[in-house]
């Protein structure tokens, strides 16, 4: 049994390192950030994670995951961004004290031109049912970064 849970344990923990990595990746090719806030919720398997990055500037020149926000992506954005919401009303009607509840503060009235995305839908997870999207507003110079997975 105790090799059993070792064994579980050293693939959970493999399976968190590769789902990070990828999220790292997208945020360090903004560079070196100047300070951030990330809440997480729910378990290994269903969670939700509400991020934002501050930077001192902006620099997309030959950055390989963003482009810039147009009419296309706009819709895509604002699509993932209101699932996300709903998941975390939800989670706040089962748990008031949920911290992506609580920290939530996104707007999306800050989606302008001049602005940033990067969107990966996992296509293991048809339907919205497990995503990353890091929006930039170029107008603060922050990051949010909104992941689902249920």
Known sequence: MKKFLCVAFAVLLLALCSC???SDEVVASLGKYKSKEVYSSGTVQDFTDYAKYS???DDFSGNKFFAPV???NKAELVRHIEDFEAWVDSAEQNDPKDKVAVNYDFDMSVITDG???YIYDDPDYPDLG???VYFFDSETNTLCYFRNNV
């Open 55 to 57: 930077y001192d500037k």
């Open 115 to 117: 602005d940033y995305v």
């Open 20 to 22: 990070s990595n990828e």
């Open 70 to 72: 147009t009419d296309d």
């Open 130 to 132: 497990s995503y990353r």
